[in-house]
């Protein structure tokens, strides 16, 4: 929990396993695996959804209190006008969306959303520009942003797209806690959904943000038109880097007008879950975050990712430039739950 953090003062619920002081070591000593193959990960995606859940489950409680849940929020420091053409972006210049671009935020109003997260309740702030990659000038900003967000007591991370080594080297000099890039989606499919830059891009920027001793955040966003076989294979490739993402967001497409995948088919509620729970078997280690998506999720889909093993959310109510569920709502709903957040 980050320093001067109190969730009774912010209407958390402390969860009652937080509070035992005789309560089991709960961290697993097994190692975990990465050598997951696409037979084996194909394989938890078919069991049977009770032997699938308990066996999330179990790999859950092994690795995390499972009363507790980590809280982030995320704030778009630069938002719109972006070259890229990832299909399900309403960033992008080339989609006719009702997001306009706007310039670089000033470090002042930064702090004060930092500020206002840490009062609500977040331990971590994570802050996006819609850059393909950041230029060197924009890189003193982010600089400056993420040394004055860490003052405050909060764990940074920033999503700036692409970055060279050097790049990575200064955010981690500046204090950068994580970072986050997306595979988004298997080798396969993400041709269609990303044109501008490649698979191996991605991974070669994940590799530059881990040698620079930054942790990682990487996930993917499903429900874009891919097949099981296509989340099958997103898996296996997270699940198979040298060292597992610390954190895994897996997304839940938020369809936008404008964008290519606005008229995509809704992906049945089970199979996100599925998804989860597959994360949290292979990656038992990793933070998996319940991220885009939920303000069109029902609570008890919610629930059940949280019972698959998710353990993390973005909280409040947008996420960069999609809506997201109110303090209020989410509040709620982990308090009805029993859930706390994670220290
Ligand atoms: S996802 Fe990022 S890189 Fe892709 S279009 Fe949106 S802002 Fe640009």
Redesign the pocket.
């Given at each position: 929990m980050a320093k001067g953090f109190s969730p009774a003062a912010v209407g958390f619920k402390t969860s009652p396993m937080t509070l035992a002081a005789d309560a089991p070591p709960r961290l697993s000593t097994a190692l975990p695996r990465h050598d997951w193959t696409r037979d084996e990960v194909r394989a938890l995606f078919d069991l049977p959804f009770p032997e699938l859940m308990f066996r999330a489950q179990s790999a859950h409680r092994q690795n995390f209190d499972p009363t507790e849940v980590q809280i982030s929020t995320l704030l778009s420091i630069k938002t719109g006008g972006?070259p890229?053409d990832?299909a399900y972006?309403p960033?992008?210049a080339r989609y006719d969306t009702a997001v306009a671009a706007e310039k670089m935020m000033a470090l002042e109003a930064v702090l004060q959303e930092a500020r206002a997260a840490k009062k609500s309740g977040a331990s971590r702030f994570c802050m996006g520009a819609?850059w393909?990659s950041p230029k060197d000038r924009d890189l003193d900003s982010v600089c400056a942003m993420v040394e004055g967000v860490k003052a405050l007591g909060l764990e940074t991370c920033a999503t700036l797209?692409m970055l060279s080594a050097p790049q990575a080297q200064r955010l981690k000099d500046s204090g950068l806690d994580y970072y986050n890039h997306n595979l988004d989606t298997s080798p396969e499919f993400y041709d269609h959904i990303i044109t501008t830059r490649t698979y191996r891009d991605r991974l070669e920027t994940l590799d530059h943000v881990r040698r620079a001793g930054i942790h990682v955040c990487c996930g993917g966003i499903v429900g874009m038109g891919e097949t099981r076989e296509d989340r099958i294979g997103m898996i296996a490739v997270l699940a198979s880097l040298p060292a597992h993402p610390e954190s895994v967001p897996i997304n839940m497409l938020v369809k936008v007008a404008g964008t290519p995948l606005s008229g995509e088919s809704a992906l049945d509620p089970i199979e996100f879950v599925r998804t989860v729970a597959v994360a949290r078997i292979t990656m038992p280690r990793s933070v998996v975050r319940l991220s885009a998506g939920r303000e069109d999720m029902s609570e008890e889909t919610q629930a059940l990712c949280f019972l698959a093993g998710a353990n993390s959310i973005f909280y409040g109510p947008k996420l960069l430039t999609t809506p997201n569920p109110g303090r209020d709502r989410d509040r709620e709903l982990m308090a009805r739950l029993g859930l706390g957040p994670m220290e």
């Open positions: 972006c890229e990832c972006c960033q992008s819609a393909r797209g």
